[in-house]
T-cell receptor, first 111, second 116 residues
Framework: DQQVKQNSPSLSVQEGRISILNCDYT??????FLWYKKYPAEGPTFLIS?????DKNEDGRFTVFLNKSAKHLSLHIVPSQPGDSAVYFC??????????FGKGTRLHILP | GAGVSQSPSNKVTEKGKDVELRCDPI?????LYWYRQSLGQGLEFLIY????????KSGLPSDRFSAERTGGSVSTLTIQRTQQEDSAVYLC??????????????FGPGTRLTVT
């Protein structure tokens, strides 16, 4: 049973528009969440994180929103750029520092 | 500076053979993680080392999988009697410390394992 779910396998967004990537989780004990970006043939790279004591964290064009009551988080990228085309993984951190990843969403930025 | 490196980058092996995958973490990073990504799947946690000890081995899929880390640095993931379902990209990552305390995790490029 997947504890971290990314229900959209892929997403296409026009360059310059906002990209919204969604993630749901089932375990209310998770208290730290991370987003990673992965290009083909490379390892994932850390993008942004959020602690459960916050509902928003912003870093440049990237903002992560957390809705604890809904067990939902989202990553907003604005404005979207061609280099943002990649697979994005949502992940949750357990109390013993183990990361549980979702299956990823492939983002295509259209020219 | 040097990032996390993994070797080999690609490995093709016959079913039933043993394989060893190597990870060189970033110097000074105390925590080391192994994951695998099978086709169409997300990243699956395998094992986590803090120093040389592995407090969490719960992700290892079977007793054919083992991992060790010596000297708080290099780690080896060994798969014995490989099966076709072991085919995946095996990713290693290291971090300066606990992620929830601000430690950042850096991934290697992975080893693509194909079992024929």
């Amino acid at each position: 049973d997947q504890q971290v779910k990314q229900n959209s396998p892929s997403l296409s967004v026009q360059e310059g528009r906002i990209s919204i990537l969604n993630c749901d989780y089932t375990n209310s004990m998770f208290d730290y969440f991370l987003w990673y970006k992965k290009y083909p043939a490379e390892g994932p790279t850390f993008l942004i994180s959020i602690s459960s004591i916050k509902d928003k964290n912003e870093d440049g064009r990237f903002t992560v929103f957390l809705n604890k009551s809904a067990k939902h988080l989202s990553l907003h990228i604005v404005p979207s750029q061609p280099g943002d085309s990649a697979v994005y993984f949502c992940a949750a951190l357990t109390r013993d520092d183990k990361i549980i990843f979702g299956k990823g969403t492939r983002l295509h930025i259209l020219p | 500076g040097a990032g996390v490196s993994q070797s080999p980058s690609n490995k093709v092996t016959e079913k039933g053979k043993d394989v060893e995958l190597r990870c060189d973490p970033i110097s000074g990073h105390t925590a080391l993680y192994w994951y695998r990504q099978s086709l169409g799947q997300g990243l699956e946690f395998l094992i986590y080392f803090q120093g040389n000890s592995a407090p969490d081995k719960s992700g290892l899929p079977s007793d054919r999988f083992s991992a060790e880390r010596t000297g708080g640095s290099v780690s080896t993931l060994t798969i014995q009697r490989t099966q076709q379902e072991d085919s995946a990209v095996y990713l290693c990552a290291s971090s300066t410390g606990p992620l929830a305390s601000g430690g950042e995790q850096y991934f290697g490029p992975g080893t693509r394992l194909t079992v024929t």
